[in-house]
């Protein structure tokens, strides 16, 4: 292939994504000449379908809370999320232009519900700061003397001083997350921590099939992984053809263990009372249909399509007259539905995942820059880096952390020895 010569660039950034305009943005408005190599022609293509394309832009908590929230590495997040926290990120956006709203769970999304806003913002702030956007994918990082010297795309060879990899992960593929950065990285000598789903939808018993289409606003949740308890936390929950989706259960995915064949989740669906409360409103609800069948008698209680399995674990015979129920029986009924379980067969392929668990060894970097301990000049941020949390805005938030770590990190003047 026949490279075409390029002046020299201050930074060149694979990828327009979340981290990769941050650090843009960031490396520009420092006066750095900044390129951004993006083959998909498009920026921030993932970034606009986050959140159903609302975009959860953040999660408005303290550092300390935010912390809490992150499944893998919270300590290497420590610096770079204390420099750019989920307040910052907020006045970025609204000193932008972007107004901003804070919904339940502290999540924060732009007033307007549409993640093309955000995304298109962030186009705007870089083109204005004088960020330079082609259209070409990049292939290897080159080297001389121990450093980067230049990026080399599928193109053209571009001298520069610093690369940032910003190329996310494996899940959407469709957006651009190709693994590309895992290879290029490896090439240069970095440890690939084994990627995995998170943020993912689960497979479980085929007793989810036959509620399909059953979405649950309120009930509790508590993954278990050989009795012990890994995940616990009450929300939104999804009944699919192949299992469990929904907020609550894509939060519980990241908590999971490599082999999922000894785990299961128990399901509180009616959080709000406590066993005797719920014991006394099924009396109540049973002395109202007292001469009817036991299948007709938890309609007040539970949707259509959870009935029928509720039914078979309980143990109750469905033709059975409510007035016939003996008190063990109603108590077992009791307890199926404070503990109702899933069993989990496995997740769902890497490319249905919201992020990629994994990636780029977290022990091979600058926290605080985001640059490589082996390759001085080689920065990363975003999902390419080991780091995942759990849903409601963390993630994205982790990626304008670390790309505004990044962009803010490389020298103002070449280094000379």
Known sequence: MRFTKISMTDAIIAGAGAAGLMAAITAARRGLSVTVLEPNGKTGKKLRITGKGRCNVTNDSEPQEFLRKVCTNARFLKSSLYAFPPEAVKSFFEEAGVPLKTERGERVFPQSDNANDIADTLERMAKGAGVRFVRERLVDVRTADGRVCAAVTNRGEYPCRAVILCTGGLSYPATGSTGDGYRIAARLGHTIVPTRASLVPLEAEKDCARMQGLSLRNVGLTLFCADKVLYREQGEL?????????????????????????????????????????????????????????????????????????????????????????????????????????????????????????????????????????????????????LDACTGGYNLQIAWSTGYAAGRAIPEKEITE
């Open 238 to 386: 999804l009944f699919t053809h192949f299992g469990v989706s929904g907020p609550l259960v894509l939060s519980a995915s990241a908590h999971l263990p490599e082999n999922v064949s000894s785990c299961r989740l128990e399901l509180d669906l009616k959080p709000g009372l406590t066993p005797e409360k719920l014991d006394e409103r099924l009396l109540r609800d049973f002395s109202e249909n007292i001469n009817r069948d036991f299948s007709n008698a938890l309609d007040a209680l539970l949707p259509q399509k959870l009935i029928p399995v509720v039914i078979d674990r309980s143990g109750i015979p469905a033709r059975l007259k409510v007035n016939s129920i003996r008190r063990e029986q109603r108590l077992a009924l009791r307890d199926t539905i404070k503990h109702f379980t899933v069993r989990l067969t496995a997740r769902r392929p890497v490319e249905e995942a919201v992020v990629t668990a994994g990636g780029v060894d977290v022990r091979e970097i600058n926290p605080r820059t985001m640059e490589s301990g082996i390759i001085p000049g080689l920065y990363f941020a975003g999902e390419i880096l080991d």
